[in-house]
């Protein structure tokens, strides 16, 4: 069993910056991917980056060329670079990770942008 805890969510102003991290507490495994994805209220989960194992990095078309995501195999962590956000990007923040086809959940961390 994999346990996920994010950190780093929080207010910033329109055009502001945070930056997300996850760590995993699985040890003597690499996890074959690891992500974010976020769920505004009324909406559904979307995916927002996303990096596998093999170096493949997945981006929502609305966050591209804004959000940076960087992860560490062997620590099994991933972060989320977050620049020039919009009040478009408030929403609950999760972190997302498979190891062996089990797909893992954190709980959630709030990003709230005000315009």
């Known amino acids: 069993q994999v346990q996920l805890v994010e950190s780093g969510g929080g207010l910033v102003q329109s055009g502001g910056s945070l930056r997300l991290s996850c760590t995993a507490s699985?040890?003597?495994?690499?996890?074959?991917?690891m992500g974010w994805y976020r769920q505004a209220p009324g909406k559904q989960r979307e995916l927002v980056a996303s990096?596998?194992?093999?170096?493949?990095?997945t981006y929502a078309d609305s966050v591209k060329g804004r959000f940076t995501i960087s992860r560490d195999s062997a620590k099994n962590t991933v972060d989320l670079q977050m620049n020039s956000l919009e009040p478009e990007d408030t929403a609950v923040y999760y972190c997302?990770?498979?190891?062996?086809?089990?797909?893992?959940w954190g709980q959630g961390t709030q990003v709230t942008v005000s315009s």
């Open positions: 997302n990770a498979v190891l062996f086809s089990t797909e893992y």
């Open positions: 699985v040890r003597f495994f690499s996890l074959n991917t």
């Open positions: 990096a596998t194992s093999g170096g493949s990095i």
